[in-house]
């Protein structure tokens, strides 16, 4: 008996069909499972950048739960671990200003918020003291405008500092000012505050940013749709419009409504972030889908000179590459 032959035609038409479910299947999202064993074995390597960053701990999840999470290194902290969180707390803070506002941010808002107002005269704030009287303590100069600086994107806790007193804040210190913050949130983040500093003295826990960052991505909080909007340029090196960065020259970001922007061109990846000196690095995906916290408290190297010693770098670093890891379900 003889076989069937197909016209050539035919057969071709098989074979690029072949290849096209080939392609399609390399280009199919990794499972949730090949993304968690990714970041595991990159939050664990011994021969990558988060070797400098342990003892941390850190979570990925989606707006419904965790999906993956783990400590690192002797002594990780754990999820409920409270800690000093730093700036951190400007993501907060800015969430807090769009509940109160109904989203609607103002141009004084935009300003103080992505902090171009000049007010950068601003040192620290002690713990007796409240907002009002850390905004008008004579050591941050009064919180005055510095016109060198006004127009100018320069980092610095005075922005939030004296749009809290806008908001009403002045009166407020410690429990009291975190759990103003917290009402509108629906979070148990902030847990206290160290210093009335709504851009740097908030203490949590990494499943309480968990929770808020959940909150943010399920948009039942209103900076969902304010992530990476009115987003200004911050390297001095690059950008006539910035004067002072804490981020390393090398890169250049843009800083949003309270939280920073990745986007620097060779490295950047688009996330949304708010990494805090002492290494506590909270993030969402740049297409909104996931977030990650790298949580640790670390004194050692906050004040160096030197990118590779200072803490909030280490973070975000490791944090990047675990993000890359989950994304691509490929170990970085």
């Known amino acids: 008996m003889t076989r069937p032959t197909h016209p050539p035609f035919l057969r071709l038409a098989f074979a690029c069909c ?14 949730t499972e090949q993304r968690r064993s990714a970041a595991e074995r990159t939050a664990r390597s011994d021969g990558n950048d988060c070797v400098a960053a342990r003892p941390f701990y850190w979570e990925i999840g989606d707006a419904k739960q965790a999906l993956a999470q783990g400590g690192v290194g002797e002594r990780a902290p754990a999820a409920d671990q409270v800690m000093a969180i730093a700036s951190a707390s400007k993501w907060l803070y800015a969430s807090w200003v769009l509940e109160k506002r109904g989203g609607k941010l103002g141009d004084e808002d935009i300003e103080l918020l992505t902090f171009r107002s000049g007010r950068t005269h601003f040192l620290t704030c002690g713990r007796r003291q409240n907002v009002q009287d850390c905004e008008g303590n004579l ?15 320069d980092y610095n806790s005075g922005h939030m500092q004296h749009h809290a007193m806008l908001m009403g804040l002045g009166p407020l210190r410690g429990p009291a000012l975190a759990a103003a913050i917290r009402e509108p949130l629906g979070t148990s983040i902030p847990a206290d505050y160290t210093q009335p500093l709504l851009a740097g003295g908030a203490t949590g826990s990494a499943a309480g940013y968990a929770d808020f960052l959940r909150r943010v991505l399920s948009g ?24 002072g960065t804490p981020i390393p020259d090398s890169e250049s970001w843009h800083y949003s409504i309270g939280h920073w922007v990745e986007d620097d061109p060779k490295t950047g990846d688009g996330a949304y972030s708010s990494a805090g000196l002492f290494g506590f690095y909270p993030w969402i995906d740049a297409g909104k889908s996931f977030y990650g916290v790298l949580a640790r408290e670390s004194r050692d190297g906050s004040l160096s000179r030197d990118p590779a010693r200072q803490p909030y770098v280490q973070s975000v670093e490791c944090g990047r590459l675990i993000r890359k890891a989950w994304l691509s379900g490929q170990p970085q």
């Not at 510095?146 to 127009?151: E, I, L, V, Y």
């Open 18 to 31: 072949v290849l096209a479910a080939v392609a399609a299947s390399a280009r199919a999202a990794p499972t």
């Open 139 to 153: 050591l941050n100069g009064r919180n005055r405008v510095d016109r060198k600086t006004a127009g100018l994107f």
């Open 220 to 243: 039942k909080l209103r900076m969902r749709e304010a992530l990476g909007t009115h987003a200004v340029c911050t390297n001095p090196k690059t950008c006539p419009q910035a004067a």
